[in-house]
């Protein structure tokens, strides 16, 4: 008989202790979460709010865990998973969305024999989201009066990988390489209800809609990419980068399966076999930085660049207030051409100044045209321009206290609407504000706690393609706007603070107020929808990790 004491005694001697101990001081661990829920606001400006109006509130849980194992100094792996659950109302009674999302991914950087670094990353994520939209059919009156237009369940799947390598070649030269892949299949299936039927009239009397079209649209998208790129420095006081990317886009097993429920039969619209699409492009870019001294530095690149066209862009229809906006499964991709050059200026050893140029030129960018005033479409235009300057300042007042502004002037115009739409020619693109500013003066001391004090300002912008929608008279004076005139969403300010203190290693305390003096903005037209309104908020950090 084996004397078991004798076989495996030496397992809880100190040598093994040391050994256990060692292997998991190689190991760390961290989990985050974070949960809110709000009773929200409402949205839809008070003079034109109806019963059917409510808040928007949202209702989320978010949670990530993440281990990570170093065996040496020249090794190290990670693995991470999270999920993210949403629910949200769109201040509309009976209108929700909800959105479920897993993302697992992990990875490795090692150094290797000569000097080199190489790293790789794997992932995947499913995403799960329900959508329905109610129509107001009265928007213009009481808005008391909705029925169930479209009710949508979006199932995503993707995967892909990325790998990435550099090297210092000598002193003044380093050099990088990589490569991408990622593969997404999405579809919406989505119901169609008639406008036809009886509503739902509010006070609440809920009548059954009928489904009348039956559609599945989706397809499945890869995309591809390699990347090189030489950092050298010729001399000491300059720096000159030269890269070039390598994309292919790849979008098969496109389809759109219509039916009409009531004859069973596929409607005008059914294309089960959309043909498939793709495209190569390569991006070159060149770039350079010269210290004209220690407090001088003037720098210039030249850029290209590829998107391709999203699953949601071919695919999803979707509705915006009382706008539908179509998918397009004829999409290509946008591609940019431009430049941009800067000089920053150090006057002194706490303060910063930055100046930048840009002017870049975006060729059958996707954007969201006007059909009808209840209909749009996603569609590549000819081209866009998108210059400007920007402007920043940071100053440092002494150990604690840290003053900041930053300036852009941003006129982003159509300057070719394509043979469709020549009409847009000009035109200001949606959302993009001519005027942007920001500053924030900020004290932060680590004994007692860092406060923020910031304020925004956006100038005019417009919310569709055609620049022409606009906020009523009446909504705009109630808000204060008593001296905006014309179609676009008036300009404003807003003003922000924060507070947060660390208590402890891993505990946080934090307040805030978002647009602390309650300033009216709005957001959407069609109905007038206004942002944020004040919002206090607060609450405690806490981050779990060993090693």
């Known amino acids: 008989m084996v004397d078991l004491k004798t076989q495996y005694g030496n397992m809880g001697s100190p040598k093994f202790d040391f050994l256990a101990a060692d292997r998991w001081n190689k190991v760390g661990a961290l989990l985050e979460g974070s949960f809110f829920k709000t009773n929200g606001f409402p949205i839809v400006a008070p003079i034109e709010r109806g019963p059917i109006d409510n808040n928007a509130d949202v209702d989320y849980r978010n949670m990530s865990a993440k281990v990570e194992y170093t065996p040496s100094d020249r090794v190290n792996a990670f693995f991470r998973a999270g999920y993210f659950d949403e629910d949200r109302n769109n201040a509309k009674v009976g209108e929700l969305n909800d959105t479920r999302w897993t993302t697992i991914?992990?990875?490795?950087?090692?150094?290797?024999?000569?000097?080199?670094?190489?790293?790789?990353?794997?992932?995947?994520?499913?995403?799960?989201?329900?959508?329905?939209?109610?129509?107001?059919?009265?928007?213009?009156?009481?808005?008391?009066?909705?029925?169930?237009a479209t009710d949508q369940h979006v199932p995503t799947n993707a995967v892909g990988t990325t790998v990435a390598w550099n090297k210092s070649l000598n002193a003044s030269n380093v050099f990088s390489a990589g490569a991408d892949w990622r593969w997404i299949d999405g579809e919406s299936?989505?119901?169609?209800?008639?406008?036809?039927?009886?509503?739902?009239?509010?006070?609440?009397?809920?009548?059954?809609?009928?489904?009348?079209?039956?559609?599945?649209?989706?397809?499945?998208?890869?995309?591809?990419?390699?990347?090189?790129?030489?950092?050298?420095?010729?001399?000491?006081?300059?720096?000159?980068?030269?890269?070039?990317?390598?994309?292919?886009?790849r979008n098969y097993d496109g389809h759109n399966l219509e039916t009409t429920v009531s004859t069973g039969k596929p409607t005008a619209n059914n294309r089960p076999d959309i043909p498939e699409r793709s495209d190569t492009v390569v991006s070159p870019r060149a770039g350079a930085m010269y210290h004209v001294s220690d407090r001088v530095s003037i720098?210039?690149?030249?850029?290209?660049?590829?998107?391709?066209?999203?699953?949601?862009?071919?695919?999803?229809?979707?509705?915006?207030?009382?706008?539908?906006?179509?998918?397009?499964?004829?999409?290509?991709?946008?591609?940019?051409?431009?430049g941009e050059a800067g000089i920053n200026v150090a006057p002194t050893h706490n303060l910063t100044t930055r100046l930048t140029w840009f002017d870049n030129r975006v060729n059958d960018p996707v954007l969201n045209v006007t059909l009808n005033a209840t209909t749009a479409q996603k569609q590549n235009l000819g081209q866009t321009?998108?210059?400007?300057?920007?402007?920043?300042?940071?100053?440092?007042?002494?150990?604690?206290?840290?003053?900041?502004?930053?300036?852009?002037?941003?006129?982003?115009?159509?300057?070719?609407?394509?043979?469709?739409?020549?009409?847009?020619?000009?035109?200001?693109?949606?959302?993009?504000?001519?005027?942007?500013?920001?500053?924030?003066?900020?004290?932060?001391?680590?004994?007692?706690?860092?406060?923020?004090?910031?304020?925004?300002?956006?100038?005019?912008?417009?919310?569709?393609?055609?620049?022409?929608?606009?906020?009523?008279?009446?909504?705009?004076?109630?808000?204060?706007?008593?001296?905006?005139?014309?179609?676009?969403?008036?300009?404003?300010?807003?003003?922000?603070?924060?507070?947060?203190?660390?208590?402890?290693?891993?505990?946080?305390?934090?307040?805030?107020?978002?647009?602390?003096?309650?300033?009216?903005?709005?957001?959407q037209t069609n109905p007038s929808t206004t942002g944020t309104p004040r919002l206090f908020n607060g609450g405690v950090r806490v981050r779990f990790s060993a090693k």
Do not use: C
């Open 105 to 148: 991914n992990g990875g490795i950087r090692a150094r290797l024999g000569d000097g080199s670094d190489l790293q790789g990353r794997v992932f995947g994520d499913i995403s799960r989201a329900h959508f329905n939209f109610l129509a107001v059919t009265n928007p213009a009156t009481t808005r008391n009066l909705v029925r169930l």
């Open 385 to 523: 321009r998108i210059r400007g300057v920007q402007t920043d300042v940071e100053y440092q007042a002494g150990p604690f206290w840290r003053l900041s502004g930053a300036y852009v002037y941003d006129q982003a115009k159509v300057t070719d609407g394509g043979v469709a739409n020549a009409a847009l020619v000009g035109k200001y693109v949606p959302q993009v504000p001519l005027h942007h500013a920001t500053f924030q003066v900020a004290y932060s001391h680590p004994r007692y706690a860092t406060v923020a004090f910031s304020v925004q300002t956006l100038s005019l912008q417009y919310n569709d393609d055609q620049n022409v929608n606009f906020i009523p008279a009446p909504t705009l004076a109630e808000a204060g706007y008593n001296s905006f005139t014309g179609p676009g969403l008036p300009g404003y300010a807003s003003a922000d603070l924060t507070a947060m203190r660390g208590v402890g290693r891993n505990v946080e305390v934090f307040f805030g107020i978002q647009n602390m003096f309650n300033q009216v903005s709005f957001v």
């Open 189 to 249: 299936q989505e119901g169609a209800y008639s406008p036809a039927v009886p509503q739902v009239i509010i006070p609440p009397v809920t009548i059954a809609s009928v489904l009348t079209v039956q559609r599945f649209s989706g397809g499945t998208q890869q995309l591809s990419g390699a990347l090189v790129q030489d950092i050298f420095t010729p001399f000491s006081n300059l720096i000159i980068t030269l890269s070039a990317r390598v994309d292919h886009w």
């Open 299 to 338: 720098w210039g690149a030249a850029n290209s660049g590829f998107r391709a066209p999203t699953l949601t862009e071919l695919y999803r229809q979707f509705s915006v207030g009382a706008v539908t906006t179509r998918p397009n499964d004829q999409l290509g991709p946008e591609r940019l051409v431009g």
